[in-house]
């Protein structure tokens, strides 16, 4: 148990020292920060919708290619 107890209050230390790190030299405030990162999700999302819906056109071709050479 006393392995375990070194082991996690290390990490615990680890985080918090982290933590510390990344507030004292973050760019940007909390708010501007928060807004970044949602604008910055919210264009990967629109990419990954667009790539999906262009690889469904894609698949979906693909199916339409391969049903007609079946009945050929």
Do not use: I
Not at 22 to 44: K, N
Not at 58 to 64: P, S, V, Y
């Amino acid at each position: 148990m006393g392995r375990f107890l070194r082991f996690l209050t290390g990490f615990l230390s680890g985080m918090a020292f982290g933590t510390l790190l990344a507030l004292m030299w973050a760019p940007h405030t909390g708010l501007e920060l928060r807004t970044r990162l949602e604008e910055r999700f919210l264009l990967v999302f629109e990419e990954g919708k667009r790539a999906a819906e262009a690889r469904r056109r894609e698949l979906l071709q693909q199916l339409e290619d391969a049903s007609r050479v079946r009945r050929d």
